[in-house]
Nanobody, 124 residues
């Protein structure tokens, strides 16, 4: 069992930056893919980015490519999402997710563990 807890976010001005963190506890996150998803009001949960244990070349949603960066600190069992050039359409609840293995799937149903989510609101 893996427990995930997100932190960061809040209210950010358009064009600004912020960073989200997700700390994993319980069974070590070693060997797990970590991912970020987001869900805006009235919309489905959508993939943002994912990263394998080794890092590699993380996949990103087209909507955030070039603006968001996912990274992880395996020693701290923590994954980060650096968000910059924020837009109003980035407003959503951001969720951290984890799945065992190395495949960085973009389908939310592929992930076994989820955090409670953290709100990011971008004011225009």
């Amino acid at each position: 069992q893996v427990q995930l807890r997100e932190s960061g976010g809040g209210l950010v001005q358009a064009g600004g930056s912020t960073i989200l963190s997700c700390a994993a506890s319980g069974r070590t996150a070693s060997g797990y893919v970590m991912a970020w998803f987001r869900q805006a009001p009235g919309k489905e949960r959508e993939f943002v980015a994912a990263i394998s244990w080794s890092g590699g070349s993380p996949p990103y949603a087209d909507s955030v490519k070039g603006r968001f960066t996912i990274s992880r600190d395996n020693a701290q069992n923590t994954v980060y999402l650096q968000m910059s050039s924020l837009k109003a359409e980035d407003t959503a609840v951001y969720y951290c997710a984890a799945r065992p293995g190395s495949a960085t799937y973009s389908y939310h149903g592929s992930y076994d563990y989820w955090g409670q989510g953290t709100q990011v609101t971008v004011s225009s």
